[in-house]
């Protein structure tokens, strides 16, 4: 089994819907991502939470929202979509030591979910 | 602003030789630096991690070099395969860990056989 999984893979909305992705991990893992990607523009990191109750803001956070409902399932929400929110989205877990603990951060990524908005 | 600069002109050889991808970044103090590899349509795969106090990392044909005077990273690919083709991202953190990590926007490497 995938240890970051995604739903749905793949979705078309209309302008204005209201829709969620969802993530879930079996990594076991604190620190869970949603980023977005589109062509030529790289990763963007929309949110983060370091653990269920420290949620923080990305660089692109507007007209997003998020919710963590447990240490595996941190879910993307879209209020209204609107074209320009059509993208690439992927969720990315992982678990940060630093230099005390070894220092790692690797990202482990989801199979993404590709959102198109008419 | 903090700004990370990836070649985003795909990086074209062959078969055979050295392929070396350029990470630059500035208004930035990183302690590590990742670098990661992106097929189309996936989502990226975690390949290396250098930190600020080493100069080289290696890992089978991968080595990474990290100077922070010249704030930049090398990703040097040897003896390349076309199933080396894919898109590269490098990505920056910070020790503290309250922030999370920052990526570059990918260079595509193609590798003609």
């Known amino acids: 089994d995938a240890d970051v999984t995604q739903t749905p893979r793949n979705r078309i909305t209309k302008t204005g819907k209201r829709i969620m992705l969802e993530c879930s991990q079996t990594?076991?893992?604190?620190?869970m991502y949603w980023y977005r990607q589109d062509p030529g523009l790289g990763l963007r990191l929309i949110y983060y939470?370091?653990?269920?109750?420290?949620?923080n803001k990305g660089e692109i956070s507007d007209g997003y929202s998020v919710s963590r409902q447990a240490q595996a399932k941190f879910s993307l929400s879209l209020e209204s979509a609107i074209p320009n929110q059509t993208a690439l989205y992927f969720c990315?877990?992982?678990?940060?030591?630093?230099?005390?603990?070894?220092?790692?951060?690797?990202?482990?990524f989801g199979p993404g979910t590709r959102l198109t908005v008419l | 602003s903090q700004k990370i600069e990836q070649n985003s002109e795909a990086l074209n050889i062959q078969e055979g030789k050295t392929a070396t991808l350029t990470c630059n970044y500035t208004?930035?103090?990183?302690?590590?630096l990742q670098w990661y590899r992106q097929d189309p349509g996936r989502g990226p795969v975690f390949l290396l991690l250098?930190?600020?106090?080493?100069k080289e990392k290696r890992k089978e044909r991968l080595k990474v070099t990290f100077d922070t005077t010249l704030k930049q990273s090398l990703f040097h690919i040897t003896a390349s395969q076309p199933a080396d083709s894919a898109t590269y991202l490098c990505?920056?953190?910070?020790?503290?860990?309250?922030?999370?990590?920052?990526f570059g926007s990918g260079t595509r490497l193609q590798v003609q056989p």
């Open positions: 990315a877990t992982s678990d940060f030591a630093g230099v005390a603990g070894g220092l790692r951060d690797e990202q482990f």
């Open positions: 990594k076991g893992h604190d620190r």
């Open positions: 939470s370091f653990d269920v109750k420290d949620i």
């Open positions: 208004n930035y103090s990183p302690a590590y």
């Open positions: 250098i930190r600020e106090n080493e």
């Open positions: 990505a920056l953190g910070v020790d503290t860990g309250r922030r999370a990590l920052t």
